[in-house]
Nanobody, 124 residues
Framework: VQLQAFGGGLVQAGGSLRLSCAAS??????MGWFRQAPGKEREFVAG????????TYADSVKGRFAISRDNAKDSVYLQMNSLKPDDTAVYYC????????????????????WGQGTEVTVSS
C-alpha cells in the first residue's frame, strides 16, 4: 500500500494551492488530510468518506479549503484557497479501510496508512 501526496509549495498569503494524494495497493473507504506546523502537533484538516460522500473540515479551514475525490484514480484532493501564514505546515494524507463517521474522521488513530507529506509555505 502506498500513498503519495504532492502539490505543496511556496505561495503568498491569499493565494491557492491544490494538493493531491494518490493511493495504490488497495481500496479505502475514507481519506483525510492532516497537517503539522513546526513545533506543533499534527492536526486534522479535512476528511471524506466514500459512503454518502460526507466531508468534514476543521474550523480553521472551513470556507477556504475543499476536499474532493476521484474514485477512478483512488485519489483525494485538497483545494486550498485564501491561504494564510498560519496554514504553513507539512500536509499529510491518510487513508482508512473502514468508512469513518463524522464523529471519528478527525482522529488519527483510525487511519491505517499515511503518505510522506508535502510542505506548504505561505508567506505574508
Amino acid at each position: 500500500v502506498q500513498l503519495q501526496a504532492f502539490g505543496g509549495g511556496l505561495v503568498q498569503a491569499g493565494g491557492s494551492l491544490r494538493l493531491s494524494c494518490a493511493a495504490s495497493g488497495r481500496t479505502f473507504s475514507s481519506m483525510g488530510w492532516f497537517r503539522q506546523a513546526p513545533g506543533k502537533e499534527r492536526e486534522f484538516v479535512a476528511g471524506m468518506s466514500w459512503s454518502g460522500g460526507s466531508t468534514t473540515y476543521a474550523d480553521s479551514v472551513k470556507g477556504r479549503f475543499a476536499i474532493s475525490r476521484d474514485n477512478a484514480k483512488d485519489s483525494v484532493y485538497l483545494q486550498m484557497n485564501s491561504l494564510k501564514p498560519d496554514d504553513t505546515a507539512v500536509y499529510y494524507c491518510a487513508a482508512a479501510v473502514k468508512s469513518l463517521s463524522r464523529s471519528i474522521i478527525a482522529i488519527m488513530a483510525f487511519y491505517d496508512h499515511w503518505g510522506q507529506g508535502t510542505e506548504v509555505t505561505v508567506s505574508s
